[in-house]
């Protein structure tokens, strides 16, 4: 159980209720064993511990061309984590502490292909998509979202990086915070 008095504010990047395109985006991803994927840095991990299956995945599927360096795919693609098949599994089925009221930013990129089908404009009812995260925290006093032109899911290997660091900043600070 989430002690929601902890937090004074919620900032979530690289996320979304929507999970209309998680089943096209954990067939494209080719998730494999990680540690035969990596074997010099993740050599140690079971066979329970996936990570993507190649670069070619990853600068489509995370990033948005040609916003990003090729030194930041690398470095991205250098640190990348693995996952479980659990948490791929059930990343559908998120859900949030209903009593939490403080302020929640939401923040993605426009071209989001995890998340947003790389259209974080196009939700439901004329509304973007990261703006359905509201429904889980629906006494947050302060629920916006904030969605970043040229920018894929990995927000932080993309030009506008520092951009967005910015305006999350900004936001924290109208907060009081």
């Known amino acids: 159980m989430m002690t929601t008095g902890l937090l004074d504010a919620v900032?979530?990047?690289?996320?979304?209720?929507?999970?209309?395109?998680l089943?096209?985006?954990?067939?494209?991803?080719?998730?494999?064993?990680?540690?035969?994927?990596?074997?010099?840095?993740?050599?140690?991990?079971?066979?329970?511990?996936?990570?993507?299956?190649?670069?070619?995945?990853?600068?489509?599927?995370?990033?948005?061309?040609?916003?990003?360096?090729?030194?930041s795919f690398d470095l991205a693609r250098s640190t990348e984590q693995a996952v479980t098949v659990g948490s791929l599994f059930t990343v559908g089925a998120v859900g949030g502490p209903s009593s939490f009221s403080g302020p929640v930013q939401v923040?993605?990129?426009?071209?989001d292909f995890v998340f947003c089908s790389s259209n974080c404009w196009a939700g439901p009812n004329g509304t973007d998509i990261p703006?359905?995260?509201?429904?889980?925290?629906?006494h947050a006093k302060n629920?916006?979202?904030?969605?970043?032109?040229?920018t894929g899911h990995r927000i932080t290997a993309h030009y506008s990086q520092?951009?967005?660091?910015?305006?999350?900043?900004?936001?924290?600070?109208?907060?009081?915070?």
């Open 107 to 111: 923040v993605n990129g426009a071209k």
């Open 23 to 71: 089943p096209g985006y954990l067939h494209a991803a080719s998730y494999s064993i990680a540690n035969r994927i990596f074997p010099d840095r993740l050599g140690n991990k079971s066979d329970i511990w996936l990570a993507t299956g190649s670069n070619a995945w990853d600068m489509l599927g995370f990033l948005y061309a040609p916003y990003y360096s090729e030194a």
């Open 11 to 21: 900032v979530l990047t690289g996320y979304t209720t929507n999970s209309t395109n």
């Open 162 to 177: 520092p951009m967005v660091a910015k305006e999350i900043y900004k936001w924290i600070a109208a907060q009081g915070l």
């Open 131 to 138: 703006s359905g995260v509201k429904m889980l925290y629906p």
């Open 143 to 150: 629920s916006t979202s904030y969605i970043a032109e040229d």
